[in-house]
């Protein structure tokens, strides 16, 4: 998910916020999140001897 992704995904959960709509917030809110990633390791590796 790319920096663009998550800059939607704020517009629509504040416009979801201003309106009163909460479909529109909690679609923005998903997409806000970062998806995990399948290749990225989940603690950084240990730098050799």
């Given amino acids: 998910m790319g920096w663009l992704d998550k800059l939607l995904g704020r517009g ?24 995990p990633s399948a290749g990225m390791p989940t603690t950084p590796e240990q730098p050799g001897p």
């Fill in 12 to 35: 629509k959960k504040t416009a979801g916020e201003m309106t009163g709509d909460s479909s529109m917030k909690r679609e923005g809110m998903g997409e806000e999140q970062p998806a």
